[in-house]
C-alpha cells in the first residue's frame, strides 16, 4: 500500500508571493492534516480536512488556507509569503475514526527567500 | 488545553545501552499517545501508538513504551540501543473526543555512541 505522498520536496520562493502543496493520502484514509515544522516552534497543527470539510483549525493566519478533493487528495496554500514561512510543511493522512491515528508524508520543505 | 513535555532534548547513549525518553502530558480528557521518530530530511514515522488498551505498548524497532495514568507520562524505552536508532523523537497527545489534532512534545535528539 502506498503511503502518504507530497508534492514538490522542495520548494524555493521569494517573499510575496504564493504557493500550493499537494499531499495524496493512504488509499481508504479520509482525512487528511497538515503540520507546520521549524526549528523555533517545533510542530504545530495548521488544519485538518475531512470528506472535504474543514474540521479543525491551528492558530495561523489567514495567508494560509486548504482545501480536499472528492478523491481525499489535499492542497495547501500559502499566500503573500513572509520569511518566516520558511519550513517543513508535513501532511498526515488517517481514517478520520476515533483513535486519530495520522501517517506522515516525506514533507515540502520551503524556503522563502 | 492538551501539552506535551519532553525532558532533555538530547540524549546520548552507548551502543547496547538501555534508552530512555521521557515524555508528560497533560489532558483534560482521556489521551491517545504517539511515539514518533524522524530522521534527517524525512517526515514522521509511527513507532507505537496508546489508545486506551494495554497500558504497555510495544512498538517497531524494538521500542516499547508505558502509559502511567498516575504519573501522567509515557516514556519510551529501548533495551539496547543500535546505531540506527540515531534520530529526533517525539511525543504526541490527542484527545479522545473533540479536538483531533495531534500535539507535539518540542522533540528529543537521540545519539548513540560506539
Known amino acids: 500500500k502506498a503511503g502518504v505522498t507530497q508534492t514538490p520536496r522542495y520548494l524555493i520562493k521569494t517573499r510575496g508571493q504564493q504557493v500550493t502543496l499537494s499531499c495524496s493520502p493512504i488509499?481508504?484514509?479520509?482525512?487528511v492534516s497538515w503540520y507546520q515544522q521549524t526549528p523555533g516552534q517545533g510542530l504545530q497543527f495548521l488544519f485538518e480536512?475531512?470528506?472535504?470539510?474543514?474540521?479543525n483549525k491551528g492558530n495561523f493566519p489567514g495567508r494560509f488556507s486548504g482545501r480536499q478533493f472528492s478523491n481525499s487528495r489535499s492542497e495547501m496554500n500559502v499566500s503573500t509569503l513572509e520569511l518566516g514561512d520558511s519550513a517543513l510543511y508535513l501532511c498526515a493522512s488517517s481514517f478520520g475514526g476515533s483513535e486519530n491515528i495520522q501517517y506522515f508524508g516525506a514533507g515540502t520543505r520551503l524556503s522563502v527567500l | 488545553a492538551q501539552s506535551v513535555t519532553q525532558l532533555g532534548s538530547h540524549v546520548s547513549v552507548s551502543e547496547g545501552a538501555l534508552v530512555l525518553l521521557r515524555c508528560n502530558y497533560s489532558s483534560s480528557v482521556p489521551p491517545y499517545l504517539f511515539w514518533y521518530v524522524q530522521y534527517p530530511n524525512q517526515g514522521l514515522q509511527l513507532l507505537l501508538k496508546y489508545t486506551s488498551a494495554a497500558t504497555l505498548v510495544k512498538g517497531i524497532n524494538g521500542f516499547e513504551a508505558e502509559f502511567k495514568k498516575s504519573e501522567t507520562s509515557f516514556h519510551l524505552t529501548k533495551p539496547s540501543a543500535h546505531m540506527s536508532d540515531a534520530a529526533e523523537y517525539f511525543c504526541?497527545?490527542?484527545?479522545?473526543?473533540?479536538?483531533?489534532?495531534?500535539?507535539f512534545g518540542s522533540g528529543t535528539r537521540l545519539q548513540v555512541q560506539p
Open positions: 488509499s481508504g484514509h479520509r482525512s
Open positions: 480536512y475531512f470528506s472535504e470539510t474543514q474540521r
Open positions: 504526541a497527545v490527542s484527545e479522545e473526543t473533540g479536538r483531533r489534532a495531534l500535539t
